[in-house]
């Protein structure tokens, strides 16, 4: 029997492995002028998914800043998950993974236009969990 073989129709959705928006800083619309935009992946426990998946967490105060050419997210508020064992602290520094290229630009713009790193968005795409972060 040959195979069959499959069809783009007949493939899932990413959109039903729960991706979307979590959270969004408007206020940072309000309060810059924002610039260049990155999508960056989050260094995250796994309690702090679960907590994602929920649709809880606050990004209104979160900034970026780079340690040795690495870039981290403070501010960021992810609650923690109630009934668990082991859980994180709710606004801990999360590693941000981005490549060489893209933390070289931000240092740039940060050292040399004085220019500041701000979350705007908080969001899952392909089942990981991913942060729009914006020049400000």
């Known amino acids: 029997m040959a195979k ?12 039903k492995f729960g991706d979307g928006l979590i959270a969004k800083n ?4 309000f309060d810059f002028e924002l610039g260049d935009r990155i999508e960056a992946g989050l260094s995250l426990r796994g309690t702090e998914v679960k907590v994602l998946r929920g649709n809880k967490a606050d990004i209104s ?17 992810i609650p923690e998950l109630q009934g668990a064992p082991w859980t994180h602290e709710a606004k801990r520094t999360r590693k941000l993974l981005l490549n060489k290229h893209e933390i070289a630009q931000l240092s740039r713009a940060i050292e040399r236009q004085g220019m500041t790193v701000v979350a705007t968005r908080l969001y899952f795409r ?3 969990a991913k942060v729009e972060i914006a020049l400000a």
Do not use: L, S, T
């Open 4 to 15: 069959r073989r499959k069809k783009k129709d007949d493939e899932i959705p990413v959109e």
């Open 26 to 29: 408007r206020r940072a619309r």
């Open 61 to 77: 105060e979160a900034w970026c800043k780079i340690e040795r050419g690495q870039v981290f997210i403070c501010g960021m508020n």
């Open 126 to 128: 392909g089942g990981h």
